[in-house]
T-cell receptor
Framework: AQSVTQLDSHVSVSEGTPVLLRCNYS??????LFWYVQHPNKGLQLLLK??????LVKGINGFEAEFKKSETSFHLTKPSAHMSDAAEYFC?????????????????FGRGTSLIVHP | ETGVTQTPRHLVMGMTNKKSLKCEQH?????MYWYKQSAKKPLELMFV???????ENNSVPSRFSPECPNSSHLFLHLHTLQPEDSALYLC????????????????FGPGTRLTVT
């Protein structure tokens, strides 16, 4: 079974300061992990993904995340926030499909973290 | 058109109406999904289609009826909905199986904002 916990429902930062959005996961396997962003009235957009390669993953718009197996964490960071980063962020975990030939990918979404950026 | 498109973008319907939501993906993917996103609630997976076959039905009420005629199109037929069904309905697609290389990331459409009156 898999689960994901986003530790903060809201994070507020000033423009130009670092961003940290926290995510912890639970998985019985070697999971794939993702971060998505959703701007108001829009669909979700993939920011970055971890799929058992390098543990430090770089994504779009200057975001990156580090997979820490010992801590079961996959926190999202950015060195300097922009006003345009204000959005909802979702951490997602997925165990591999059970069939060797592939199968349905059933992701589990966190509840989301709302990032607020002040001028 | 590129990516995943959804129509209509907004829909207002009465509880006795019948309407359909449409999703089309232009990415050559073989799996498609319906999600419901309500305010203050986590994203809820409704249905999954893999190679046009329904592989998941997440205990969704029968007033929601999915249809996947081919791997590029997905419909959600709506019938006698309730006000609590008002939400943003998101469609997504992904490439699954060995060709995907194990990544399985999803690509989302912009959603249909549904209001049931």
């Amino acid at each position: 079974a898999q689960s994901v916990t986003q530790l903060d429902s809201h994070v507020s930062v000033s423009e130009g300061t670092p961003v940290l959005l926290r995510c912890n996961y639970s998985s019985s396997y070697s999971p794939s992990l993702f971060w998505y962003v959703q701007h108001p009235n829009k669909g979700l957009q993939l920011l970055l993904k971890y799929t058992s390669a390098a543990t430090l993953v770089k994504g779009i718009n200057g975001f990156e995340a580090e997979f820490k197996k010992s801590e079961t964490s996959f926190h999202l960071t950015k060195p300097s926030a922009h006003m345009s980063d204000a959005a909802e962020y979702f951490c997602v975990v997925s165990d591999p499909p059970v069939h060797a030939s592939g199968g349905s990918y059933i992701p589990t979404f966190g509840r989301g973290t709302s990032l607020i950026v002040h001028p | 058109e590129t990516g995943v498109t959804q129509t209509p973008r907004h829909l207002v319907m009465g509880m006795t109406n019948k309407k359909s939501l449409k999703c089309e993906q232009h990415l050559g993917h073989n799996a498609m999904y319906w999600y419901k996103q309500s305010a203050k609630k986590p994203l809820e997976l409704m249905f999954v289609y893999n190679f046009k076959e329904q592989t998941e039905n997440n205990s969704v009420p029968s007033r929601f009826s999915p249809e996947c005629p081919n791997s590029s199109h997905l419909f959600l037929h709506l019938h006698t909905l309730q006000p609590e069904d008002s939400a943003l309905y998101l469609c997504a697609s992904s490439q699954e199986g060995p060709l995907a290389g194990g990544s399985y990331e999803q690509y989302f459409g912009p959603g249909t904002r549904l209001t049931v009156t």
